[in-house]
């Protein structure tokens, strides 16, 4: 019993310096760019406040459409848990989550240029790059962040209160809007939150489908590449503040905002629900098909000839393309290992709310989790060289901090699940704080841990922004995949590496719904 306090105090101290770390290696360095850009003058120029109007107002659009296709889809895979191929529609949703960005813009350009241009018989392509193909893939990746935020708050909604409305003869579409939603709306606004600051932060996908048409993150990276990094270091400072404003926006809106229920009407809404709710699932379907699915496996649809024994040769002989794959697997591995070190500490002092700083600790990982990652690069680049670090240490520095919330979360929302009682009463017995995890914390958390593990890596693997900003001589696969393309020197063996991400997400994804159905047919 004397020795309780020793091993509580190990703990702690062990929580205190992945405290320190995360606070000095994590936080810090994707801020000091608020400093820096006051420091230089905040100097921000026409060209640069057209391009974030620009990243705006593609936000804006790609989260209503998102909300559009999303919803419904969220609803309907929150309702009907034994639909048939639920599992294999749950899995096509997530897979533009994984897939590496720079793979998802190569296939949607291939998608509305060949692909729909050739159906419709015209010449170059139906859509041409500029603000239109840019909303479209930034609907293909932000997807997935509204259907699984709403779902998982429609889930823990009380079904009676949409019983209780329905015995009392309130059709479908009144329950959903007077009952339903009310009981959503954090989740409903916590997605679109995601969905708008994921669409400001991407950077090189948005390069390959742009044209000449400037957005907030292609601007700090070609500002960077021209060495004004005043001019780079004040727009990103811009979309800092509005990553921090909205996240704390989304917060109270969640507690304080109430959706308007102004009137209601049975008889007209029962008719809708009854005569058009076919066509209504019907339009959904083949939105989330040929805005969604189509677009993010056409590259794959499209390449598989290209899959030969002389291609896997070829790729294999690019020394620039393996050099690529090869830091980009390294770099993944090394933030992945360093992240799983510092998360499971401090994953125990957030849900266990230690030295009352728990919720602190929270929202400072989600205002990372919020910075656009082109912002959040520079930031790091500028504060590690004051060090002189190279730039290979910066670079994993930098894919340390954009992927260390996708470790932590999991991770702290699967210890809050573990009884504190079970962790005293082993230690009363006398075991120890290490035998406590192994046997009793280990097994609860293990698949939080693998989907932390997973999501981090292929996070890690997918990012171009931040690999622009803080790198000029290392190239990582995606950046390679981006400068190709943008040159127009796409050939055999690069659709083949594009088509190896692919699968490398696709198998990741398939672990990742395992172990998350195996751990709800435990509960």
């Known amino acids: 019993m004397s020795k309780l306090p020793g091993r509580v105090g190990r703990l702690q101290l062990l929580c205190v310096a992945s405290l320190f770390v995360f606070v000095a290696v994590i936080f810090v360095p994707p801020i000091y760019v608020l400093s820096y850009a006051f420091k230089s003058g905040f100097q921000l120029g026409s060209a640069s406040k057209t391009a974030l109007l620009n990243s705006l107002a593609i936000g804006a659009a790609v989260t209503f459409a998102d909300l559009l296709i999303g919803l419904p889809v969220a609803w309907v895979l ?36 060949n692909g729909m241009g050739s159906l419709f018989g015209v010449d170059g392509g139906l859509i041409g790059k500029g603000p239109l193909l840019i909303a479209l893939l930034h609907v293909v990746f932000t997807f997935p962040y509204i259907v699984r935020s709403i779902e998982a708050a429609i889930v823990q909604i009380d079904r009676s209160h949409e019983q209780a409305a329905t015995m009392l003869g309130a059709p479908p579409l009144t329950v959903f809007r007077t009952v339903s939603m009310p009981l959503f709306k954090a989740g409903l606004i916590s997605g679109m939150i995601l969905v708008f ?10 390069m390959m489908v742009a044209g000449l048409f400037p957005t907030a993150p292609t601007i700090v990276v070609q500002y960077k590449s021209a060495f004004d990094t005043p001019s780079a270091a004040a727009i990103s400072a811009i979309l800092v503040g509005i990553a921090v404003v909205l996240l704390f926006l989304a917060k109270i809106m969640s507690r304080n905002f109430k959706i308007p229920i102004v009137h209601v009407w049975p008889r007209e809404e029962r008719i809708l629900s009854r005569r058009y709710g076919v066509w209504k699932d019907l339009a959904v379907a083949s939105c989330v098909v040929f805005v969604v699915l189509l677009p993010t496996f056409y590259v794959i649809l499209t390449g598989l000839d290209t899959v030969r024994a002389a291609t896997f040769a070829e790729l294999l002989g690019d020394g620039a393309l393996m050099q690529g794959i090869i830091v980009s697997f390294a770099v993944g591995l090394t933030v992945t290992v360093v992240n799983l070190t510092v998360a499971i500490p401090l994953g125990i002092l957030v849900s266990r709310n230690m030295f009352k700083i728990g919720t602190v600790v ?56 573990v009884n504190p009682g079970l962790e005293e009463a082993a230690r009363t017995l006398g075991a120890r704080q290490l035998t406590v995890f192994k046997t009793i914390i280990y097994p609860i958390v293990r698949p939080a841990i693998v989907a932390g593990i997973i999501m981090t890596f292929m996070r890690s693997l997918s990012e171009t922004g931040a690999t622009l900003a803080v790198s000029e001589n290392i190239k990582t696969i995606p950046v390679l995949l981006v400068e190709i393309f943008t040159k127009g020197k796409v050939d055999d063996k690069t659709e083949l590496a594009c088509i190896l991400l692919f699968a490398i997400s696709f198998a990741f994804i398939v672990v990742l719904k395992r172990l998350d159905h195996s751990q709800n047919a435990k509960h």
Not at 84 to 108: A, N, Q
Not at 197 to 206: H, I, K
Not at 390 to 417: D, Q
Request: aromatic share 12%.
């Open 197 to 206: 600051t994921r669409s400001l932060s991407e950077t090189g996908a948005t």
């Open 362 to 417: 929270d929202t400072m990982s989600d205002i990372i989790l919020a910075v656009p990652t082109s912002a959040l690069g520079l930031s790091l680049g500028l504060f590690w060289k004051n060090f002189g670090f190279n730039e290979y240490l910066i670079l994993t520095l930098a894919h340390l901090s954009f992927t260390f919330p996708l470790m932590l979360r999991p991770i702290s929302a699967a210890l809050t699940g």
């Open 78 to 113: 929150a309702k009907r848990n034994t639909m048939r191929l639920r599992h294999f529609i749950d899995t096509l949703v997530d897979m533009p989550l994984v897939v590496p960005t720079s793979v998802l813009g190569l296939s949607v350009y291939y998608f509305w240029g």
